[in-house]
């Protein structure tokens, strides 16, 4: 019998340890080669081994998957409904009641007292309906839940015997050649073959990056999850296309040992839960303590056996009747009239109750409950991290002050907004102003909507209202607005669609076109500068560029905008009075200064560059590049610092990114916070809640708006060392 249990507890060690190891490999970093290996390694593998020109054959396609197993992610295991139903019934709190209906039905059947029955009867009735109660909430969540399952999985167009067919997302098999187009969810690992300049990735249901990411076709870093030519399961390609290798699927994807290592973790008590089991702990140890006391005091003067029993059980349950052995027990003790002990058996309906009515008002304000006791567990919660933009803030930009080049120097003007209270004090006819606006017009993605620049007739959104030369009649691009002060600020009735803040951008700008297609009309600025190359925004790189040509000269342009501190350091001249000049360690620190009090504001800034290219060696039949076969920066200039590095491909700088820019200015932009947000925030921390802010922004931006949310209300650490010094 020893060495078999040696042998058990042994072979649950190995088990445990087993379990631990599973989950520290989970937990490591992502183990991934295949972007480091050249196309004819990874395709000649011996677990891939396909031609990228023709894909898999059939035979090879369905033999694989029956090694490797459908491309989806494994269920949890799941529980049959008539246990979930019996888990309810047997809960802590529960079998104490169960426990003490047994012992009533006891009590009954020794003495007859109905008492004891209808006690026993309650106590069975309470737990069974607040057993329904709780199982049919969490039933209702759980098949919402898994109506989203039933959902038919998307077809992959996969290049199979040399032809392109659709399969079903879940058939596809490692070493398939899959095209993705924009819109398509990303159908597995992909090591990317071939791909369009604009092609891009959402990461944000794995790494949390709100902007999409470039993707090419060659590997930019060591770590699987920066390189730029994987695609990971469970992303989106918002935009442009790909043709790629399938690497990994199923559960093998990175996207599955997320999964794996989430459904690893332990299940652990609720709040309620503690509470309440301790709760019973204390009760049942008191009601059990005093039952066995007064059977034993009981015994000491004489009581029949049957009739303390009977007692004890009295005792336990909460429903002592006065009788002769309890009046010989009290005249001896020369105690008062009564003893007893309530064990609540009210509540768990309470509970129940409590939290069913709190999760029906969740869902009337389109919160889904999927477990009763995770209501409790909100209450619960002592710190709240909060997005800034479009979450604190009301994501609605508006460009409050401006900082160009006038005749000496850069200053800081004032644009219309409620920042300014309408006032504008730009000069339109600055040179520096004039190029500031046409890099936010071209260096942004923005744009208005067709629909909200012209009348319709009533009730149709498609006949444009004619006037009585039979001209469509425009809508004015802007309207006034009397604030509660008296003041009056400009609106705008063109209706923007795009990021928040290049939205605001085209706002300013159009404000100043007299009339459409005028020299400031945004789309006669874009027609007259086409683009020609695009490098999106990322967060790693904090900038933005576009180059586009000239019509009129012919000449190309490269211009940027991102972080003030990430453009000003890529610039090496500027333009005041009108003239290029050189950007002197003086000039910098104005435009840095003036940036931080723009900052302490609550303005979010951003920098603007450019730089026209020579028109003899970057013209149409140039070929624009992020990276190219030698080198792994850009072939053209956009202010890269020179650099020796080598990457992992042997790769090193292209001389030509390190070409200066010209610096421009900045746009101040206010975003303010949402109206309910400083008594949500008072709230929570009356509650005893931390919020805590998290954004991108600058510093000092970002406590000016966590002063006006409420998340800040005295001075910070930084504050008093500055008072200090």
């Keep these: 019998m020893k060495k078999k249990l040696q042998f058990f507890f042994r072979k649950r060690s190995v088990a445990n340890n087993e379990d631990t190891k599973n989950n520290d490999d989970l937990k490591r970093n992502v183990q991934v080669t295949a972007h480091k290996e050249t196309l004819e390694e990874l395709t000649s593998s011996l677990r891939l081994n396909v031609n990228p020109h023709t894909g898999l054959d059939s035979e090879d396609a369905k033999q694989r998957l029956e090694t490797h197993g459908m491309n989806m992610l494994t269920p949890p295991k799941q529980t049959p409904a008539w246990i979930k139903f019996l888990k309810e019934l047997s809960g802590f709190f529960s079998l104490l009641l169960w426990g003490g209906a047994l012992l009533c039905f006891i009590g009954y059947s020794i003495d007859g007292s109905e008492d004891h029955l209808f006690l026993g009867i309650v106590l069975v009735v309470v737990v069974v309906v607040t057993g329904i109660f709780s199982f049919v909430q969490n039933s209702k969540a759980e098949s919402l839940m898994n109506s989203f399952n039933s959902m038919l999985p998307p077809k992959v167009k996969v290049l199979r015997d040399g032809t392109t067919d659709e399969v079903i997302s879940t058939r596809i098999v490692p070493g398939d050649v899959v095209f993705v187009e924009a819109g398509d969810p990303i159908p597995a690992d992909l090591r990317i073959l071939d791909c369009s300049d604009n092609f891009q990735v959402d990461n944000a249901a794995l790494t949390g990056e709100s902007e999409p990411q470039k993707r090419s076709s060659v590997c930019t870093h060591d770590d699987a999850l920066e390189t730029q030519n994987l695609c990971f399961f469970g992303t989106l390609a918002p935009e442009g296309s790909c043709k790629a290798l399938v690497i990994e699927t199923g559960d093998r994807t990175v996207m599955g040992r997320v999964a794996a290592l989430a459904m690893s973790t332990k299940k652990e008590q609720t709040p309620i839960n503690k509470e309440i089991h301790h709760f019973i702990l204390i009760i049942s140890g008191i009601a059990l303590f005093l039952g066995a006391l007064f059977f034993f005091l009981n015994i000491g003067i004489g009581t029949p056996y049957i009739e303390n029993l009977v007692f004890m059980i009295g005792i336990i349950v909460a429903n002592v009747s006065r009788s002769q052995s309890i009046d010989r027990f009290i005249a001896s003790l020369k105690h008062s009239q009564y003893f007893s002990l309530q064990v609540p058996e009210g509540l768990l309906a309470t509970v129940t109750v409590c939290l069913t009515l709190t999760a029906k008002r969740m869902h009337s304000k389109k919160v889904l409950v999927k477990n009763l006791e995770s209501v409790e567990t909100l209450g619960s919660t002592s710190c709240i991290c909060s997005d800034k933009t479009g979450t604190l803030t009301m994501n609605v930009m508006t460009v409050a002050q401006v900082v160009y080049g006038d005749a000496n120097a850069f ?300 998340i800040l209300w005295s001075k910070t650490r930084g504050d008093m060392i500055k008072d200090n010094t």
């Design 411 to 710: 200053v800081t003007e004032d644009a219309p907004s409620s920042f300014t209270a309408g006032k504008k004090t730009y000069d339109t006819t600055n040179v520096c102003f004039q190029k500031l606006l046409r890099c936010a017009a071209l260096c942004n993605v923005a744009t208005f909507t067709e629909g909200s620049k012209w009348q319709y007739k009533d009730g149709d959104g498609e006949t444009k209202e004619l006037d009585e030369f039979g001209n469509p009649i425009p809508v004015p691009f802007k309207g006034v607005v009397k604030q509660g002060d008296g003041s009056t600020i400009e609106t705008y009735n063109w209706k923007p669609v795009g990021n928040a803040s290049e939205c605001a951008m085209i706002k300013l700008v159009q404000s100043e076109s007299r009339t459409p297609y005028d020299e400031y009309d945004v789309d006669s600025i874009r027609s007259s500068y086409p683009v020609k190359y695009t490098i999106p925004f990322n967060s790693k790189n904090k900038y933005q560029v576009h180059v586009h040509e000239d019509s009129s000269s012919g000449r190309h342009v490269v211009l940027m905008k991102g972080a003030p501190e990430r453009i000003l350091d890529r610039c090496t001249h500027a333009i005041i009075g009108g003239k290029i000049v050189e950007l002197d360690d003086t000039e910098k620190i104005n435009i840095i200064s003036q940036q931080e009090a723009l900052s302490a504001n609550g303005l979010r800034c951003l920098g603007f560059a450019e730089r026209e290219l020579d028109l003899d060696v970057y013209n149409n039949e140039y070929k624009y590049a992020i990276e190219t076969d030698d080198f792994y920066s850009c072939n053209f200039p956009i202010g890269d610092s020179p650099s020796d590095a080598i990457d992992c491909h042997g790769k090193s700088q292209n001389p030509l990114s390190t070409g200066g820019l010209v610096f421009l200015g900045m746009f101040a932009l206010i975003d303010p916070p949402r109206p309910a947000v400083p008594g949500a925030v008072k709230r929570c921390q009356t509650a005893g809640i931390k919020v805590i802010m998290v954004t991108g922004d600058h510093p000092t931006t970002a406590k000016a708006i966590a002063f006006k949310c409420g």
